[in-house]
């Protein structure tokens, strides 16, 4: 399988620094606040902040000699990031590196002065989290997995290449943690709807327990698949969401590869791991004395797709060959 990487005009060069800076190992303990709206026990975000930890490593960051990390955990209850977010800023770190639009914003609540660097955040300017994506302003400025207008189009027409029989689509999210309110994903998938003659259906949830109703509705006709957008409820219940759609029959897609590991039956987006490298950077120049409003916001710049095939099996679906050659990787 071939990796297909997709560069956005934004790029990844400003987040670097020139090797000698690297090779500078600094000799005064920082601390960070790491704020995550899931579970610690999550085994995919552990895996993005192991990268995220390696790469501090590269810039001369080490656990226990210049570098503190303290960390908090939301447990998939959002309302518990601010209450969280407050207890991390008492810690007066240097910086706070935060997950989702809901994390990101329970930061902001919090504090205005101590630098925050998000990831995962799919519209930084319309939920209010910067001025603008070349100059962020404030004390805040990140990586977003936003920023491609067309990725309504390729999540419907994935979809569709694997089940050719879907004409409805159930979106599927929660409009007190989605970005927008949801809107912001709902704008593009409608305009894709529309060209593709599909019909999209909101199918809204508030938490873990709005998920299974959420089902019984798509459930109820052969015609009927379902999009799960980026969202942090999403994230966190993606087990029983691909749990559901496994016993149901409903062919679904997914925003990150993770949904497909844990036998979802597509995935497309962002390399989730990629942004928490690339946010590492960020962090290392603000521990150095760079300030937020210097860093324009980035967007990403490796996009995955990933095919459960066992899934597929299971559903009584063929993968199209060209698929899985273009696929990243097709798990047996």
């Not at 109703?213 to 691909?242: C, E, H, K, W, Y």
Request: proline share 6%; hydrophobic share 45%; no cysteine.
């Amino acid at each position: 399988m071939r990796r297909r990487d997709f560069i956005t005009s934004l790029g990844g060069a400003a987040a670097a620094l020139p090797l000698a800076a690297r090779a500078q190992t600094p000799d005064v303990t920082k601390r960070i606040g790491v704020l995550s709206p899931y579970a610690e026990g999550d085994k995919a975000i552990q895996a993005q902040l192991a990268l995220f930890r390696s790469a501090l490593g590269q810039f001369g960051w080490s656990e226990g000699q210049n570098l503190r990390i303290d960390y908090r955990w939301a447990g998939g209850d959002m309302n518990r990031l601010v209450p969280l977010a407050r207890e991390l800023v008492e810690l007066r770190p240097n910086v706070l590196f935060v997950r989702a639009t809901p994390g990101a914003l329970a930061a902001i609540r919090a504090t205005r002065t101590i630098p925050i660097v998000f990831v995962v955040v799919s519209d930084p300017i319309g939920d209010g989290l910067v001025a603008s994506i070349a100059h962020p302003g404030a004390n805040v400025t990140g990586f977003t997995n936003g920023l491609e207008e067309s990725i309504g189009g390729k999540w419907i027409e994935i979809l569709r290449e694997i089940a050719p029989s879907v004409t409805r689509f159930g979106i599927m999210y929660n409009p007190r943690t989605a970005p927008g309110g949801g809107d912001y994903y709902m704008r593009l998938i409608k305009r894709a709807a529309d060209t593709l003659q599909v019909k999209t259906i909101p199918t809204l949830i508030e938490n873990a327990d709005g998920i299974d109703a959420a089902f019984q509705t798509l459930a109820s006709g052969t015609d009927t698949g379902l999009l799960v957008v980026p969202d942090a409820t999403t994230t966190a219940n993606r087990a029983r969401i691909v749990a559901l759609a496994a016993r149901l029959r409903v062919p679904a897609i997914y925003p990150f590869r993770y949904f497909a590991d844990d036998g979802g039956l597509v995935s497309y987006g962002i390399e989730v791991g990629d942004l928490y490298r690339r946010a590492a950077a960020y962090i290392d120049r603000i521990l150095r004395g760079a300030t937020p409003a210097e860093l324009p916001v980035q967007g990403p710049t490796k996009f995955e797709l990933v095919i459960n095939l066992k899934t597929a099996k299971a559903l009584g679906l063929t993968i199209p060959t060209i698929l899985q050659m273009t696929a990243d990787e097709a798990i047996e």
